[in-house]
């Protein structure tokens, strides 16, 4: 079975710096996408980044990037620059096919002044 | 206002009743998917739709819980009989036809309800 594994219940980064959050997953899939997708106090999700398995380069947006590691099964997010406004719980997502999302149990990211 | 819309915002309800939570995806997407937040846990998925497909009801965790789309756009989610183990965030997402190889989901804020 499909698996998404956050093993950082909590972090915490000081303002400026960089941290980097843990995900693993377990597929026997050759062809999925892997998102990071961050969730402030409103709840509302909001898509971070995404990357496709077929894909080597490891995908960039602005001061997010990720570390996949396709034989490790490996997807980290690394966030430089860290910044107050970057504190929230922080969801791995995996989907190989058309629709089905397995989320982790999510790192709650705290930022420090 | 382009994003996927829930309502209510909270609901507070007594153990036995059911409860009617609604949602409003994104104008021309045709996917919609129901997610259940428990606390400290990450987002089970709950059913999906698509267009005028049967839906995908393998998350319902019981058979208390059902949903409908009515013309393809609004969804309500029903809980019946409630019970405290209910109580989770309840979010609803959107997309465009999941067939095309990637589709990104939009959330809605969702719905957080208690159950007394």
């Known amino acids: 079975a499909q698996t998404v594994t956050q093993s950082q219940p909590e972090m915490s980064v000081q303002e400026a710096e960089t941290v980097t959050l843990s995900c693993t997953y377990d597929?026997?899939?050759?062809?999925?996408?892997l998102f990071w997708y961050k969730q402030p106090p409103s709840r509302q999700m909001i898509l971070v980044i995404r990357?496709?398995?077929?894909?080597?380069q490891n995908a960039t947006e602005n001061r997010f990037s990720v570390n996949f590691q396709k034989a490790a099964k490996s997807f980290s997010l690394k966030i430089s620059d860290s910044q107050l406004g970057d504190a929230a719980m922080y969801f791995c997502?995996?989907?190989?096919?058309?629709?089905?999302?397995?989320f982790g149990t999510g790192t709650r990211l705290k930022v420090l002044a | 206002g382009a994003g996927v819309s829930q309502s209510p915002s909270n609901k507070v309800t007594e153990k036995g009743k059911d409860v009617e939570l609604r949602c409003d995806p994104i104008?021309?997407?045709?996917?919609l998917y129901w997610y259940r937040q428990s606390l400290g846990q990450g987002l089970e998925f709950l059913i999906y739709?698509?267009?005028?497909?049967?839906?995908?009801k393998s998350g319902l965790p019981s058979d208390r819980f059902s949903a409908e789309r009515t013309g393809g756009s609004v969804s309500t989610l029903t809980i019946q009989r409630t019970q405290q183990e209910d109580s989770a965030v309840y979010l609803c997402?959107?997309?465009?036809?999941?067939?095309?190889?990637?589709?990104?989901?939009?959330f809605g804020p969702g719905t957080r309800l208690t159950v007394l």
């Open positions: 997402a959107s997309s465009f036809d999941p067939s095309v190889s990637y589709n990104e989901q939009f």
């Open positions: 104008s021309g997407h045709t996917a």
């Open positions: 990357q496709e398995a077929y894909k080597q």
């Open positions: 597929t026997s899939e050759s062809d999925y996408y």
């Open positions: 739709f698509q267009g005028n497909s049967a839906p995908d």
């Open positions: 997502a995996y989907c190989a096919g058309t629709y089905k999302y397995i």
